[in-house]
């Protein structure tokens, strides 16, 4: 038997393995505690021999169950520690840092050239009053601008903001000219996806209000920005149009960047490109921003960042700016 165990043992690999071989010979059922249960049967004379011949057996196996149980412990440990070790010398994994959206990177480039003139930023509500979306900027409600910007209405009275000038005339109401402002953030237009055209984009429009304030603040301020942005060879050219909530109005173009003013591809050939909306204010949208128009006069502008952007870039689909493609980003 002590022999048996011994080769049992010697075999086990695992600690679960020395305890079933602990319970098969010194357990309550173990084959050592049957034979020492049965000494009663013996003689006296018998009794003393097997009886210290059997603790020998004991204090042998259980001697081996030890050092088994020690041997397959240090086994155990240093496979643990096998399998945790760490490669130090090993290249470490590269860490992926994102980007700057192009949207993002363009209109911190534009909001800096505007605090460099003294502008602030304003911010305001994307679910907006139509009261301030259209009432209050000359756009009463049978309109046909109303249709043409074609508008997602939440109610009766509530719209998303088709453009950022509703935050003007909110910074009108609150504060005291002088007011010089930009007016960065998302807007809203019913209208179906296509290569030029997105129903989410983006808009900076600005807003300054002052005593004396003249047509020669807005070109002066405007060309400025123009130079600064594409270069301080740009030319810029005003050209009359409407807009309900100024007058006069007129929107800005820029000698082509491209070619400067040669015409290219990029200009679509007239070496000219368009780039924003302007005006003076219109004094009833004054009134309605709480200023008296026989004391403050006033010029705005509003500009499409998506559109600035993929004139910069050459970029010649919006989508690129909305799907979030890696290839497409990470050129930024
Ligand atoms: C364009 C033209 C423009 C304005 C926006 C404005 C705001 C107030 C009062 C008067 Cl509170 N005007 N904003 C003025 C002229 C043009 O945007 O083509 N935008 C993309």
């Not at 000359?138 to 046909?144: F, L, Q």
């Given at each position: 038997m002590k022999l048996e165990a011994l080769e049992e043992i010697k075999e086990a690999t695992n600690s679960q393995r020395i305890d079933e071989i602990r319970v098969k010979y010194l357990g309550k059922k173990g084959s050592l505690t049957t034979i020492l249960r049965g000494m009663g049967s013996l003689s006296p004379e018998e009794r003393p021999i097997i009886g210290k011949f059997a603790n020998e057996v004991r204090e042998f196996i259980e001697e081996e169950i030890k050092k088994a149980l020690l041997n397959i412990k240090n086994k155990e440990r240093e496979l643990k520690i096998k399998g945790e070790y760490i490669d130090i010398t090993m290249p470490g994994k590269k860490v992926e840092i994102g980007g700057i959206h192009p949207l993002n990177k363009v209109l911190d480039e534009i909001k800096d050239i505007f605090f460099g003139m003294g502008f602030s930023i304003a911010e305001g509500p994307e679910v907006e009053l139509d009261y301030y979306n259209f009432e209050a900027l000359?756009?009463?409600?049978?309109?046909?601008a109303r249709d043409e910007q074609d508008t997602f209405y939440i109610s009766e009275n509530l719209v998303l903001r088709t453009q950022t000038s509703p935050i003007q005339v909110r910074t009108m109401e609150k504060t005291k000219p002088p007011i010089r402002i930009i007016a960065p953030g998302r807007v809203y237009r019913s209208d179906a996806v296509d290569a030029t055209h997105s129903p989410i984009f983006y808009q900076i429009e600005g807003l300054v209000v002052d005593k004396g304030i003249t047509m020669a603040n807005l070109k002066g301020t405007l060309e400025t920005f123009a130079k600064r942005f594409f270069g301080e060879k740009t030319r810029t050219k005003f050209r009359p149009h409407h807009f309900p909530f100024t007058e006069p109005s007129a929107e800005m173009d820029v000698s082509c960047f491209v070619c400067g003013g040669e015409g290219c591809r990029v200009c679509k050939g007239s070496g000219w490109i368009e780039i924003l909306g302007c005006g003076m204010v219109h004094p009833d949208v004054l009134r309605k921003g709480g200023i008296d128009p026989e004391e403050y006069s006033g010029f705005a502008f509003g500009m499409g960042l998506d559109r600035i952007v993929m004139i910069k870039y050459g970029i010649d689909d919006i989508r690129l700016l909305y799907e979030n493609d890696i290839r497409f980003l990470k050129q930024f």
């Open positions: 000359n756009v009463p409600k049978n309109h046909p």
